[in-house]
């Protein structure tokens, strides 16, 4: 037997033990509603959550490319990304799996017999990590743009259109100086 | 000092709020907060206590008797709304509400489940109107009002978009909506509101509407959609503005007449009409139907409002016609009649094509556009070629005002499968009464509170994706311009590859009219499904 | 806190009771004085609450619509969930308080999905809600044989069928057993769901332990410690024609168990519970959502300072005229 029939045969208690770490760092009411409520549309993030630690767990025990991998973690950095989390906050979570496997194992591990094996699973976990990195920094870079383009569409409008439109100037004489860039759009 | 662990690294913003809520202070943080009202924007309008303040500071320069403005203002409240006092004394906390805030579902603050969002204040009323607040304090769960207790219903109050999806679930009705109306109503009064709605309040107020679009601007943008129609259909299309006589007021959002893809609504609503060849005008003060007062206060709406009926009455118009968009038809459909009504000089809509009565708008004699178009596509009016949006394989997203503020669900649906071949509802419980807001409702569509915004909508937008992946969804409909304005970002980062349309774009792209040249694109100026390429021969 | 704050209070409570009749002897004052000051308070509180209640205007109509509104006679519209007449506010409201028709909304996808057993979920809720709220009733009103001679028929129907296995002498009530399962359910759940707990207050415990004793006291009277139902009723016709007597022998366990009820009557008015005459009142439901078709008027709707076209053509006028615009004055 090698450590990836042990990680298959333990799977559902990795992943459980997994995801209960990563939900834990949520106050216990939330962490709560994403561990109970299984409905997608209900709790996306519970289920995303769970979504992608079957997904990785699955990827990592078939090796191979790191972009098959990048999915799944697409999906949960995107949501770290704009919740409160710092970036080490974010990736976090993978390092997580080593010391659930590590647990999980303990048994088999004190055999010595996977020394090597686990060895190469954990430098992939390293690996994950740092692209996960790099998608979280994307995530952050979008969200500038997002704001940015927010922004920028106004303005592109307002300079076909400038000084058509004016705001409530400073004082309330008349039409201010101050008219285009911050004007709203909603309706 | 030694690295952290993992799993304490994880854990470091997130202390288990193991005191209980009422200890914990609120932790502004960035993204989550829109900045603070400027003076200018309350001057202009009269509102309270105008000054340069901002939400990170430490004092935020209130009145010297704050607290007693706010709790007189507080008691003042509580005997004009029944549904405020009600909503303050019965709950029992059941938790049916918790998971049902876009908020909590994406971002899961605890004080974003409804029930906590309204103990806030709860809490506050309990202690100084109530007897048994008073004397047992804290085990009747009242609490002092203090400045950090302020501030928290400012933050909370401020992340609330009003969407009535808790009062759905509520076995007694409460509705969080009516209680962060009234908060925010209160927060007023120390002059605690945000720049993103105080502007456009004053804006509206000056103008007519809340982007300050003068007169003469207005003309300019519906000049650029006649050239625009004109090249895309060779009709050249005459609206007419402020004109009396017209028999009826057609009033939309300012928000589409001048933000993609909100202007492309009103481009279809004007293929439209002149399509039927209906006796209309467009008002330049009566020029917006949203009304951003509906978020500070009641009478700062009602202020806001009264430009619509008073254009009409001086137009001598019989009906009034409003176009998409959420809150305005929340604000219409419930309250308009009450606060203007009887609006005896005008008449019961009857539309001029079919000869429909509205019998359901009877009284207060505005049509929503929707109703309209669905009743001429169902008595055959329109001659109409859904082919043209084959390009699209469309999802709608319902707004929550006017499915949970007035029902309208089958409309648009209906005018949707009219105009295009390809439409595919969300899953069920993300739709209809039950539908997800777009997470920036209520004035809270500002850019500095993006990740807020991210958050909330991730449950629409989760919607939208499961759609995407399974249908292949790539238009995302809506009936609503703060969704147009919001919904494309949202689609964004969520879901790239699904942009936003107005019912009637699609419309308008669906229409055959009398007389148009051969169509190659649709107006947005993309090429017609079958047609790519044809404009270079 | 709250917790431990209400089971505390409730227990003293039940020492008083214990300790003023079995020391003190205080029959009288426990038997009648109490049970007709808790029955006074619980009456005036309740009618000065609803009064205060009704006192207050509703400015607004604004019921949240849960269907398809009345538009068309070609589109099907929902007319319980989005009512447009009285009657259908009658059966939402209807539906509302007697099978909880909005908590059991909860319920519906979830069922879908199949049976999971998850302590956040509603259906559970929904279902112990009405278990606790219905069973509650049918115990209030078998008590009513204490009230009457001869005893009304339908709690004589209600005590057979309640009865329906004839297990145990005396006969096991169903709806007893029902009763107290409900309300360590609803208990167990605010202590154990986290979001639950988290928003608990003691207002929300002491209830529910007030009700369990009661539960619990009224148990062990029936089914293990044998009281002295002729006394009991002789005390309770006593009560209700004003002529109150004490007859001997009636165990303590009795005056517990009516002190603790009297408590709930006296708490009743000043707490949460008042949502049992709240909920017919809310605004969100008891109304008709007809507001186009039908004027709804504001007692204090008030004149308020608009802009008016006037004002706007004065300041925009030049600009109007350059483009052509209509104006009122030149």
Redesign the interface.
């Known amino acids: 037997m090698n450590l990836k029939d042990l990680l298959l045969e333990k799977k559902s208690s990795i992943l459980k033990r997994w995801f209960d770490t990563i939900v834990a760092s949520y106050p216990p009411d939330t962490s709560n509603f994403f561990k109970s409520n299984h409905n997608q549309f209900a709790n996306p993030v519970g289920f995303t959550f769970s979504e992608v630690i079957h997904g990785l767990f699955e990827e990592l025990l078939q090796g191979g490319d790191p972009e098959r991998y990048f999915p799944y973690l697409n999906d949960i950095i995107k949501i770290k990304a704009v919740q409160d989390f710092s970036p080490s906050q974010s990736v976090s979570f993978l390092f997580l799996l080593k010391k659930v496997v590590r647990e999980e194992l303990r048994k088999e591990l004190q055999r010595n017999q996977f020394q090597d094996e686990l060895l190469s699973l954990e430098s992939e976990i390293d690996a994950l990590a740092l692209l996960a990195f790099d998608i979280f920094m994307q995530c952050r870079e979008k969200i500038y743009e997002i704001r940015t383009n927010e922004a920028r569409n106004m303005m592109f409008r307002l300079l076909k259109r400038a000084n058509l439109v004016c705001e409530i100037p400073d004082g309330n004489q008349g039409l201010g100086e101050e008219t285009v860039l911050t004007q709203k759009i909603e309706g | 000092m030694a690295n952290p662990k993992?799993?304490e690294?994880?854990?470091?913003?997130?202390v288990?709020?193991k005191q209980?809520?009422m200890d914990t202070r609120p932790d502004f943080?960035p993204?989550m907060f829109c900045y603070a009202s400027k003076a200018?924007?309350l001057?202009?309008v009269?509102m309270p206590n105008p000054r340069q303040w901002s939400v990170k500071d430490e004092d935020w320069h209130l009145p010297e008797n704050w607290q007693e403005i706010f709790i007189e203002g507080l008691r003042e409240r509580?005997?004009?709304?029944?549904?405020f006092?009600?909503f303050l004394?019965?709950?029992?906390?059941?938790?049916?509400c918790?998971?049902k805030c876009h908020f909590?579902?994406?971002?899961?603050?605890?004080k974003n489940?409804p029930?906590?969002r309204a103990?806030l204040l709860r809490s506050v009323y309990r202690k100084y109107c109530t007897?048994?607040g008073r004397i047992m304090g804290k085990?009747?769960?009242a609490r002092e009002l203090t400045i950090d207790v302020l501030k928290e219903i400012w933050y909370y109050a401020y992340q609330c978009t009003e969407c009535?999806r808790c009062?759905?679930?509520?076995?007694?009705?409460?509705?969080t909506a009516?209680i962060t109306i009234l908060a925010r109503e209160l927060l007023n009064l120390l002059g605690l509101n945000i720049d993103?709605i105080a502007?456009?309040v004053?804006?509206c107020?000056?103008?007519?509407n809340?982007?300050?679009?003068?007169?003469?601007?207005i003309?300019?943008?519906f000049d650029?959609f006649i050239d625009d129609l004109e090249t895309i259909t060779g009709i050249k299309v005459s609206p007419t503005?402020?004109?009396?006589g017209a028999e009826i007021l057609v009033v939309i959002?300012?928000?589409?007449m001048?933000?993609?893809p909100?202007t492309f609504t009103t481009m279809g609503e004007l293929l439209l009409f002149h399509e039927l060849g209906l006796d209309y005008t467009w008002s330049?003060?009566a020029s917006?139907?949203?009304d951003?007062g509906f978020f500070t206060t009641?009478?700062m709406a009602?202020?806001?409002h009264?430009?619509i009926y008073?254009?009409a009455k001086?137009l001598k118009v019989k009906w009034i016609l409003g176009g998409e968009?959420g809150h305005?038809w929340r604000v219409?459909?419930?309250?308009h009649?009450?606060?203007f009504?009887?609006v005896d000089y005008l008449e019961e809509p009857v539309s001029p094509i079919t000869g429909?009565r509205?019998?359901?708008?009877?009284?207060?004699k505005?049509v929503h556009i929707t109703?309209f178009t669905?009743?001429l596509i169902?008595n055959g009016k329109l001659n109409l070629d859904p082919k043209r949006n084959d390009n699209l394989i469309v999802t709608y997203h319902d707004s929550c005002n006017t499915?949970?503020?007035?029902?309208?669900?089958?409309?648009p649906r209906?005018i949707i499968n009219n105009v295009c071949n390809n439409f595919y509802e969300m899953?069920?419980?993300?739709i209809?009464?039950q539908t997800f807001c777009c997470g920036s409702g209520s004035?809270l569509?500002a850019?500095?509170n993006?990740?807020q915004r991210?958050?909330g909508g991730?449950?629409r937008a989760?919607?939208v994706r499961?759609v995407h992946k399974k249908y292949g969804v790539n238009m995302l409909a809506c009936i609503?311009?703060?969704d147009?304005?919001v919904l494309p970002?949202l689609m964004?980062?969520?879901v790239p590859g699904v942009a936003v349309t107005g019912v009637h774009e699609m419309v308008g792209n669906a229409l055959i009219m009398k007389g148009e040249r051969k169509r190659t694109t649709n107006l947005r100026g993309e090429p017609l499904p079958g047609m790519e390429g044809e404009e270079d021969v | 806190m709250g917790l431990l704050f209400s089971f505390f209070a409730v227990a003293i409570l039940g020492v008083i009771a214990f300790v003023g009749v079995r020391s003190i002897h205080l029959h009288y004052f426990f038997g009648v004085i109490i049970p007709y000051l808790a029955f006074a308070v619980f009456i005036v509180g309740i009618a000065f609450r609803v009064l205060k209640w009704a006192r207050v205007p509703v400015p607004f109509r604004i019921p949240t619509t849960a269907g398809q509104e009345k538009s068309f006679p070609w589109i099907k519209s929902s007319k319980i969930d989005n009512p447009f007449t009285s009657f259908g506010v009658i059966i939402r409201m209807a539906l509302e308080v007697l099978v909880f028709r909005s908590l059991f909304r909860n319920t519906k996808m979830e069922l879908r999905d199949g049976p999971q057993f998850t302590y956040g979920s509603t259906k559970w809720l929904w279902m112990a809600g009405l278990a606790f709220h219905w069973t509650f009733l049918v115990i209030l009103t078998r008590h009513l044989r204490l009230f009457f001679e001869p005893v009304p028929f339908f709690v004589e129907i209600l005590e057979t069928l309640d009865g329906f296995f004839q297990v145990g002498a005396p006969v096991l009530y169903i709806t007893d057993l029902i009763f107290l399962g409900a309300v360590t359910f609803l208990f167990l759940r605010r202590v154990i769901i986290p979001q639950v707990r988290y928003i608990s207050l003691a207002s929300d415990y002491f209830p529910l332990f007030l009700i369990g004793a009661i539960g619990t006291t009224g148990v062990l009277m029936r089914y293990f410690l044998k009281t002295d139902v002729v006394g009991i009723k002789e005390l309770m016709m006593g009560l209700i024609t004003f002529n109150p007597v004490i007859p001997a022998g009636i165990g303590t366990i009795f005056y517990i168990h009516l002190f603790l009820v009297s408590a709930l009557f006296a708490y009743f008015p000043m707490s949460k519970l008042m949502h049992m005459a709240g909920v017919f009142m809310s605004p969100t439901r008891n109304l008709a959502n007809n507001n186009r078709a039908a004027l709804h008027a504001n007692p204090w709707n008030y004149p308020v300072k608009a802009h008016t076209y006037e004002e706007y053509e004065e300041e925009f006028r030049d600009k109007m005229k350059s483009v052509g615009l209509p104006v009122e004055k030149e």
């Open positions: 993992p799993e690294l994880i854990r470091i913003n997130h288990p709020p209980a809520w943080r993204g200018k924007s001057e202009y009269g509580v005997d004009k709304y029944r549904s006092r009600l004394d019965i709950c029992v906390r059941c938790g049916a918790a998971d909590y579902i994406g971002g899961g603050d605890p489940m029930v906590l103990e007897t048994s085990i009747a769960g009535r009062s759905l679930f509520c076995p007694y009705g409460i509705d009516e993103w502007g456009p004053a804006n107020y000056r103008t007519g809340h982007l300050g679009l003068q007169p003469h601007t003309k300019d943008s650029m503005f402020n004109r009396k959002p300012s928000g589409s001048f933000a993609d909100g330049t003060f917006e139907g949203g951003f009641n009478e009602k202020r806001l009264s430009k008073a254009e001086r968009c305005m219409w459909h419930q309250y009649n009450t606060w009504g009887p429909t509205f019998e359901n708008a009877k009284s207060n505005t109703e669905a009743d169902k499915s949970r503020g007035m029902g309208l669900l089958e409309e209906f899953p069920e419980n993300t209809r009464e004035g569509n850019s500095e993006m990740e991210l958050r991730l449950p989760n919607a499961h609503c311009a703060i147009r304005a970002p964004d980062y969520w």
